[in-house]
């Protein structure tokens, strides 16, 4: 079984302020974890991945990522945010070697302030 | 080149009628998903699908029904439409190996009146 809490369902910043985006993931053998973006009146698009290589995952934009394992975390960071930034943002599990259907946050809406 | 491609974009229609969503992957993945997206933005997944296996999400109504021509098409028919079927619909595509990431379609913004 898998699960994913993102914390916030909206996180508000100024533009330029660092961008921290919460989720934590339960799973019962070891995890895919993911982010996706989604733009106003689009669909969700890969914004980075963790596959069990690097702990420390850079995406598109800017974005990272760190899985850590002991606190059962993949937070999305990004160091200064911009107003193209502001989206729905999703975390998603599945399972390493198991299901591949992957299993999604309730979404964070980034909203950034100029 | 379009990866996921979903028809109608904005489709309006009246309770009680059936309507149909295609959606198309040129990926060559071997699975396919419709999502709903609720006004909150939830994501739930109704169906995942490929060759060996049709996996229904137990809370869809049985009004909905992929049907799938062929390995990269996967469609969406709903029957006896209600008010609360309004919503975004996204079709998916990924991999059963590898990393498992989707490729989601622009979506169908479904309104029923």
């Known amino acids: ?114 | 080149d379009t990866a996921v491609s979903q028809t109608p974009k904005y489709l309006v229609t009246q309770m009680g009628n059936d309507k149909s969503i295609k959606c198309e992957q040129n990926l060559g993945h071997d699975t396919m998903y419709w999502y709903k997206q609720d006004s909150k933005k939830f994501l739930k997944i109704m169906f995942s699908y490929n060759n060996k296996e049709l996996i229904i999400n137990e809370t869809v109504p049985n009004r909905f029904s992929p049907k799938s021509p062929d390995k990269a098409h996967l469609n969406l028919h709903i029957n006896s439409l209600e008010l609360g079927d309004s919503a975004v619909y996204f079709c998916a595509s990924s991999r059963t190996s590898g990393t498992h990431e989707q490729y989601f379609g622009p979506g169908t913004r479904l309104t029923v009146t």
């Not at chain 1, 995406?59 to 002991?70: H, T």
């Not at chain 1, 930034?85 to 399972?95: G, K, L």
């Open chain 1, 1 to 114: 079984a898998q699960s994913v809490t993102q914390l916030g369902s909206h996180v508000s910043v100024s533009e330029g302020a660092l961008v921290l985006l919460r989720c934590n993931y339960s799973s019962s053998v070891p995890p895919y974890l993911f982010w996706y973006v989604q733009y106003p009146n689009q669909g969700l698009q890969l914004l980075l991945k963790y596959t069990s290589a690097a702990t420390l995952v850079k995406g598109i934009n800017g974005f990272e990522a760190e899985f850590k394992k002991s606190e059962t975390s993949f937070h999305l960071t990004k160091p200064s945010a911009h107003m193209s930034d502001a989206a729905e943002y999703f975390c998603a599990v599945s399972a390493a070697g198991g299901s591949y259907i992957p299993t999604f946050g309730r979404g964070t809406s980034l909203i950034v302030h100029p």
